[in-house]
């Protein structure tokens, strides 16, 4: 079982910037590939931003190219996964969720792929 724990969300204008956290605990696995997905209100979940459990490899949607930056850290046994998000806009705001998948592939992008979820944190960006 693994447990997902997001933190780091809250209000910023817009061009300003935020870092969120996902700290993974239990039993974790060094194939398990890392997701943070977003979420408005009445849309469907949708992908950000995905990184392989070395940090070798990270895949971004469009949107968010050249502004959100994805990365692993390690200390002792927990291990965080980062999401640093500048030049934030008003239409980043959603709640954002971090998620793990036990079997990594090519559908890194597909909410459906992934077993574990924290339960969010919110990002708004103000106009």
């Known amino acids: 079982q693994v447990q997902l724990v997001e933190s780091g969300g809250g209000l910023v204008q817009a061009g300003g910037s935020l870092k969120l956290s996902c700290a993974a605990s239990?039993?974790?696995?060094?194939?398990?590939?890392m997701g943070w997905f977003r979420q408005a209100p009445g849309k469907e979940r949708e992908f950000v931003a995905a990184?392989?459990?070395?940090?070798?490899?990270?895949?971004?949607t469009d949107s968010v190219k050249g502004r959100f930056t994805i990365s692993i850290s390690r200390d002792n046994a927990k291990n965080t996964v980062h999401l640093q998000m500048n030049s934030l806009k008003p239409e980043d705001t959603a709640g954002y969720y971090c998620?793990?998948?036990?079997?990594?592939?090519?559908?890194?992008?597909?909410?459906?792929?992934?077993?574990?979820w924290g339960q969010g944190t919110q990002v708004t960006v103000s106009s």
């Open positions: 239990g039993r974790t696995f060094s194939t398990y590939g």
């Open positions: 998620g793990a998948d036990r079997s990594p592939g090519l559908g890194y992008s597909s909410p459906q792929r992934y077993d574990y």
């Open positions: 990184i392989n459990w070395s940090g070798s490899r990270t895949y971004y």
